[in-house]
């Protein structure tokens, strides 16, 4: 039997049509891992999805309200396109799979919900928090086009920390696409950092004890001239054998 993973689709940008989105490469990714790819649609069910999937995979989306890590909006023109029940999806769920003890995978808004969940904190806009135009001065900045649904992906490296279990699945230096504005700061509890950038920004989580993880960055598709990265996915699909 094929581990089953739960995959939270997006209904940010379709609640005037009732409809859940997803991007298939999702999906596919899990599919060529060796796993089972089953959408989560209801909160009230989240128990149950606990129960009957092996696994849970946080995807990308747009950000997250931060009022969730205890921060808030100065104005309105702060706000970015956000789903207050993709949030509590999310955060249910997450919170559910954790105490099942069973693997969690964040792409993404995925690992900014992990952190998060856990206690940690987010800089909401990297560029004004922080002053770095992340990746780097001349890349394009990463972000959410919720007008055309894509993302617009910079490029850049990441360095693996040592010692980490992503390590020992990536190599020590990485070419990744990117698309977010908004990054871990402080870490939540049990969680380090497994990858970071040039920049100082961290790209990538993991829990020290639990079967938890996430990538700032998005592996299931391609862009530019990365392809399509199944490494993490196959690490992913393996724990829950």
């Known amino acids: 039997m094929k581990p089953k993973i739960l995959i939270v689709g997006e209904d940010g940008f379709a609640m005037d049509t009732g409809h859940y989105i997803i991007n298939l490469d999702y999906a596919r990714a899990i599919t060529e891992a060796g796993g089972l790819p089953l959408l989560a649609f209801d909160w009230n069910s989240a128990a149950d999805y606990a129960e009957i999937a092996d696994a849970l995979f946080l995807t990308g989306g747009p950000d997250l309200l931060c009022y969730r890590w205890g921060a808030y909006y100065k104005d309105f023109s702060e706000m970015p396109p956000f789903s207050r029940t993709r949030d509590d ?141 199944g490494r993490i996915f196959k690490h992913f699909v393996e724990l829950c054998k």
């Not at 940690?120 to 001065?137: C, M, N, Q, S």
């Not at 100082?200 to 829990?207: D, M, R, S, T």
Request: contains cysteine.
């Open 89 to 229: 999806l999310d955060f249910e769920l997450c919170d559910r799979f954790l105490k099942a003890g069973k693997p969690i995978l964040g792409v993404g808004r995925g690992c900014e919900v992990i952190n998060v969940a856990l206690g940690g904190t987010l800089y909401k806009d990297i560029e004004k928090a922080t002053g770095k135009a992340h990746p780097d001065e001349n890349a394009p900045k990463g972000g959410w086009n919720a007008t055309t649904e894509q993302a617009k992906f910079s490029f850049h490296s990441v360095g693996l920390q040592a010692g980490t279990k992503l390590a020992s699945v990536l190599n020590a230096e990485e070419q990744v696409n990117s698309c977010h504005h908004d990054a871990p700061n402080a870490l939540g509890t049990g969680l380090k950092a497994a990858a970071i950038a040039p920049d100082g920004i961290i790209e990538a989580i993991e829990h020290e004890s639990l079967p938890v993880f996430g990538v700032m960055w998005h592996p299931e598709r391609a862009a530019g001239d990365l392809p399509a990265d």
